[in-house]
């Protein structure tokens, strides 16, 4: 089932930019930057065309409750560096 990120993303009060072309990446990628609220840019690609080797894009969470202490210490490090980051 296909699902349309951008109208995703508006519904939530996102700013959205479709982009098919290097030049309306780039485009897009300067007016997203002019934004004061978060932004999604919907990069269309062909199926099979994306890098190989790219690693996943979202972030999945170290267990806040774990026996292991190197889950434990892993949670603390993302904890800290969270404050760190930009909040949208």
Do not use: C, H
Not at 6 to 14: C, D, E, L, Y
Not at 32 to 58: F, R
């Amino acid at each position: 089932m296909p699902i349309d990120f951008a109208a995703q993303a508006r519904s939530m009060g996102a700013v959205t930019f479709t982009v098919r072309s290097l030049e309306q990446l780039k485009e897009a990628l300067k007016l997203a930057k002019q934004e004061a609220v978060s932004v999604l840019i919907d990069i269309k690609v062909l199926p099979g065309t994306n890098t190989g080797g790219y690693e996943s894009w979202w972030r999945v969470d170290p267990a806040k409750v774990s026996g292991n202490e190197n889950v434990n210490e892993a949670r603390e490090r993302m904890e800290t560096r969270l404050k760190s980051a930009k909040a949208f």
